[in-house]
């Protein structure tokens, strides 16, 4: 049996209430969240396509770990369910599995369309995630959509609209930004650059026709899993036998679940490799697990994926990155506090910057809140000692939206690679607001690196 802490119990998004003082107690975080519903609604055309079916998936996966006070769906869910990612036959019992409640919206509830047509406008939050080609975002429920290209969605502009529809209705609810749910805001997967506005067609972007075939995961919490999902989503084929390598050493505890996509309560102290290992065989991949601590001292074997997916939250195992023997790295590092954990970072490895001089100056240790109301009360009352208050006040922020925007830009560097595109050896930015993203273009040339790859099905000739 094993015995989970406060620090291990705490759901990561509710601690973001303790730390900024808007709390004065752990209860009362908790009580925030399960006061957040939202409504989720899909049309009939939208309900059977299955780029549709994924991005709506994902928001309800993504929605019920935010907003505990339920996640309701609303559309003709009777339709058989075309995205492998999720259990069940029909969408209907794929929606129910997520933890979707079916039914019809609640007035003056946050209100988030799957797609679909604009709609007469609303005096309460109403947006729709809109995406097509590499390019994926959130526009006002009465507002036009992106412009439509010829070569139809990529399969991760659907995760990224829901990543960031769901990141929109937080910070309504949160009342962190006043212009939630008024504005457009998307990024393009294959084009970050600040001149290219993401809802209009980029004549460059090109049909997505090659897909890894080996990959080498570090880290299978928070970001890991959002990586998988997001592997999940694209269109292998039937008889592609990707093979992924899954690096972790912790287990899944109850705050898993508010961060990780593929966790729930069920898991409580399963390893993670194996948790994940089950999902991306029932998926089709093929596994292999290893469960030691990753730094320099855990070589690549040439036989072994040359490409790495990091989402390590440490220091030590990221100094490690170009030291292994990999070919190519995208790791991605989130905020941790309650006033950063909406940004991100990306870097790609090896670069003009060796990853020991990019973390040379990383503290180890975090900056706590522990002067906070809600950990002074903690310590008053004597519900817990010191050292269990510090401990409790060192986790991290986080929410599961970030990790699956980061997840759809790590696994679109990868793309790129495999398609010719640019790649960055940095992307720097923050969920507040999307207009500052900064993508700095890796100047190393991986053009004669040929990691392998399998056809896309349904590529066209």
Same mark, same amino acid.
């Given at each position: 049996m094993i015995t989970f802490t406060p620090a291990d119990e705490m759901h990561r998004l509710a601690k973001r209430a303790m730390d900024n003082g808007t709390v004065a107690s752990r209860q009362e975080a908790e009580a925030l969240l399960r006061g957040y519903r939202i409504a989720l609604s899909i049309g009939p055309d939208e309900a059977i =396509?299955?780029?549709?079916?994924?991005?709506? &998936?994902?928001?309800?996966?993504?929605?019920?770990?935010?907003?505990?006070?339920g996640v309701t769906v609303e559309g003709d869910l009777d339709v058989p369910l075309n995205v492998p990612v999720s259990p069940g036959q029909t969408l209907r019992h794929a929606v129910a599995a997520a933890g979707g409640t079916l039914g019809a919206a609640t007035a003056g509830i946050p209100h988030i369309s799957i797609g679909g047509l604009a709609k007469q406008k609303s005096d309460g939050f109403s947006i729709r995630a809109v995406? =097509?080609?590499w390019r994926g975002g959130i526009v006002p429920g009465h507002a036009e959509g992106?412009?439509?290209?010829?070569?139809?969605p990529m399969a991760l502009? !659907?995760?990224l609209a829901a990543a960031l529809a769901i990141n929109e209705a937080f910070l309504h609810l949160s009342g962190d930004s006043p212009f939630a749910g008024k504005r457009t805001a998307g990024l393009n997967l294959w084009n970050l650059s600040r001149s290219t506005d993401w809802m209009s067609c980029d004549a460059s972007t090109?049909?997505?026709?090659?897909? !890894?075939?080996?990959?080498?995961?570090?880290?299978?919490?928070?970001?890991?899993?959002?990586?998988?999902?997001?592997?999940?989503?694209? !269109?292998?084929?039937?008889? $592609?036998k990707v093979e992924l390598l899954l690096q972790d050493v912790d287990v899944i505890t109850p705050s898993t679940e508010s961060t990780s996509i593929l966790s729930d309560r069920t898991m409580l102290g399963e390893k993670k490799t194996r948790v994940t290992a089950k999902w991306a065989e029932r998926r089709g991949f093929a596994t292999a697990i290893t469960e030691r601590l990753f730094d320099e001292t855990c070589p690549r074997h040439h036989n072994e994926p040359s490409i790495a997916l990091c989402g390590l939250d440490n220091a030590v195992g990221r100094r490690a990155l170009d030291q292994v023997g990999f070919d190519?790295?995208?790791?991605?590092?989130?905020?941790?506090?309650?006033? =950063?954990?909406?940004?991100?970072?990306?870097?790609?490895? !090896?670069?003009?910057?060796?990853?020991?001089?990019?973390?040379? =100056?990383?503290?180890?240790g975090s900056q706590t809140a522990v002067d906070a109301a809600a950990y002074r009360k903690m310590l008053d009352e004597g519900s817990l000692d010191r050292c269990g208050v510090t401990l &409790?006040?060192?986790k991290a922020v986080g929410a599961p939206f970030?990790?699956?925007? $980061?997840?759809?830009?790590v696994l679109a560097e990868v793309l790129r690679l495999l398609h010719g595109g640019a790649l960055h050896r940095m992307v720097d930015m923050n969920l507040v607001d999307l207009a500052y993203v900064r993508a700095v273009p890796q100047l190393r040339d991986f053009s004669a690196f040929n990691p392998g790859f399998f056809t896309a099905e349904g590529r066209r000739s």
């Amino acid at each position: 049996m094993i015995t989970f802490t406060p620090a291990d119990e705490m759901h990561r998004l509710a601690k973001r209430a303790m730390d900024n003082g808007t709390v004065a107690s752990r209860q009362e975080a908790e009580a925030l969240l399960r006061g957040y519903r939202i409504a989720l609604s899909i049309g009939p055309d939208e309900a059977i =396509d299955r780029h549709h079916q994924a991005a709506l &998936l994902t928001a309800v996966e993504l929605g019920r770990r935010v907003f505990l006070g339920g996640v309701t769906v609303e559309g003709d869910l009777d339709v058989p369910l075309n995205v492998p990612v999720s259990p069940g036959q029909t969408l209907r019992h794929a929606v129910a599995a997520a933890g979707g409640t079916l039914g019809a919206a609640t007035a003056g509830i946050p209100h988030i369309s799957i797609g679909g047509l604009a709609k007469q406008k609303s005096d309460g939050f109403s947006i729709r995630a809109v995406f =097509d080609g590499w390019r994926g975002g959130i526009v006002p429920g009465h507002a036009e959509g992106p412009d439509r290209g010829e070569i139809g969605p990529m399969a991760l502009a !659907p995760m990224l609209a829901a990543a960031l529809a769901i990141n929109e209705a937080f910070l309504h609810l949160s009342g962190d930004s006043p212009f939630a749910g008024k504005r457009t805001a998307g990024l393009n997967l294959w084009n970050l650059s600040r001149s290219t506005d993401w809802m209009s067609c980029d004549a460059s972007t090109p049909e997505l026709s090659y897909l !890894p075939s080996r990959l080498w995961l570090i880290g299978l919490g928070h970001l890991g899993q959002a990586y998988l999902w997001g592997l999940g989503l694209l !269109p292998y084929s039937a008889d $592609a036998k990707v093979e992924l390598l899954l690096q972790d050493v912790d287990v899944i505890t109850p705050s898993t679940e508010s961060t990780s996509i593929l966790s729930d309560r069920t898991m409580l102290g399963e390893k993670k490799t194996r948790v994940t290992a089950k999902w991306a065989e029932r998926r089709g991949f093929a596994t292999a697990i290893t469960e030691r601590l990753f730094d320099e001292t855990c070589p690549r074997h040439h036989n072994e994926p040359s490409i790495a997916l990091c989402g390590l939250d440490n220091a030590v195992g990221r100094r490690a990155l170009d030291q292994v023997g990999f070919d190519f790295v995208v790791e991605a590092g989130l905020g941790r506090g309650h006033q =950063d954990f909406r940004s991100l970072l990306i870097h790609t490895l !090896p670069g003009e910057m060796s990853a020991n001089t990019l973390w040379k =100056d990383e503290d180890e240790g975090s900056q706590t809140a522990v002067d906070a109301a809600a950990y002074r009360k903690m310590l008053d009352e004597g519900s817990l000692d010191r050292c269990g208050v510090t401990l &409790l006040a060192g986790k991290a922020v986080g929410a599961p939206f970030v990790g699956a925007v $980061a997840a759809t830009l790590v696994l679109a560097e990868v793309l790129r690679l495999l398609h010719g595109g640019a790649l960055h050896r940095m992307v720097d930015m923050n969920l507040v607001d999307l207009a500052y993203v900064r993508a700095v273009p890796q100047l190393r040339d991986f053009s004669a690196f040929n990691p392998g790859f399998f056809t896309a099905e349904g590529r066209r000739s």
